[in-house]
């Protein structure tokens, strides 16, 4: 009787074992961007309702610091706001990793002020060079130094981190060069520390995704932007149809050719470009058409059949 209980209690450990690696096995790991994490978390929280099995979680380190963990194989998929440097791949390649680059949505920056700021309405490209280029630093520290009729005042700067590819994308449109800026800023990867930042600050002037200036559009005041054709806000229209310029971008998720082993990986990235037109208006972004979403279903299709037994 006792080796019956014995080899009983065994098999009831390796089948709870044999369960416990099936549950791993499903697993979802996602970085990276700050930007893309509230479209891929609102994925991610309708794929739990359709897949509750499924353990989708999401940190959030930046553009460059989830590459940099995308390129060591830690991750399955990495949230981007800008396209992977030669740098990354090249790190990615090492490691032999290959991937594919997946478009998700629009979104435009909002340059934003405080509410009691009533002298900015529109900024020139001019202009917010001339705050944010390097040699700005210890030269450019008032508001009337960019507009004589401006407060004499300090310009109280807030901005993304340099693992931002938020950061990087203002500094390459608007500075010239990407990753070049001043350096006497307050930097955060969190973009809610930005929009704090700014919201209690008269004299603040900030720049992050749109999305989230829409979630806090009571504590901030957005401004225009003349990119040569005159000011112009950001808004679904204007940041899909391009007239937002140069402040307009695409949005990424990059996915792991090794993580592919997954069925799940593969389940959830197809579910994300299927349902993220629906979903998106949720969380203030802006949808690819239904053709982008086509081709980006096909490209994945196509990722997926080179890299796996799949037919």
């Known amino acids: ?93 090492s490691n032999g990793i290959s991937f594919v680059e997946l478009e998700v949505a629009y979104d435009g920056l909002a340059v934003v002020v405080h509410p009691e700021n ?9 202009q917010l060079k001339k705050i944010w280029e390097p040699s700005a630093q210890g030269n450019i520290k008032r508001w009337n130094q960019i507009e004589p009729s401006w407060p004499d005042a300090e310009i109280r700067l807030y901005g993304p981190g340099v ?41 603040g002037l900030g720049f992050f995704g749109l999305a989230y200036f829409e979630e806090n559009s009571d504590k901030l005041k957005m401004v225009a932007v003349d990119g040569g054709e005159g000011c112009v806000e950001p808004s679904g229209e204007t940041v899909s149809n391009g007239s937002y310029a140069p402040l307009s971008r695409p949005l990424y998720i990059y996915v792991n050719s090794s993580s592919l082993e997954n069925p799940a990986v593969i389940d959830f990235v197809n579910f994300y470009l299927t349902e993220a037109s629906e979903l998106l208006d949720d969380v203030g972004y802006i949808p690819l058409t239904d053709e982008e979403y086509k081709r980006e279903q096909e490209k994945f299709a196509a990722f997926v059949k080179g890299n796996t037994t799949q037919q």
């Not at 009533?118 to 001019?126: A, H, L």
């Not at 990753?179 to 209690?200: C, F, I, K, M």
């Open 163 to 203: 693992a931002s590819g938020t950061f990087d994308y203002f500094t390459e449109v608007i500075v010239g060069k990407s990753g070049s800026s001043r350096g006497d800023y307050t930097a955060s990867e969190d973009d809610n520390v930005l929009v704090q930042g700014v919201s209690g600050d008269k004299y």
């Open 1 to 93: 009787m006792k080796k019956i209980i014995l080899l009983t209690a065994i098999t009831i450990s390796l089948v709870s074992c044999g369960n416990q690696k099936k549950e791993s096995s499903s697993a979802i790991s996602i970085d990276g961007s700050s930007t893309v994490y509230p479209v891929t978390e609102a994925i991610a929280e309708e794929y739990r309702s359709e897949a509750p099995d499924v353990d989708v979680t999401i940190g959030v380190s930046g553009t460059g610091g989830g590459f940099q963990k995308f390129g060591r194989g830690e991750v399955a998929i990495t949230n981007a706001s800008r396209p992977i440097k030669e740098d990354e791949r090249a790190i990615a390649e």
């Open 118 to 126: 009533d002298w900015v309405t529109c900024f020139t490209v001019e």
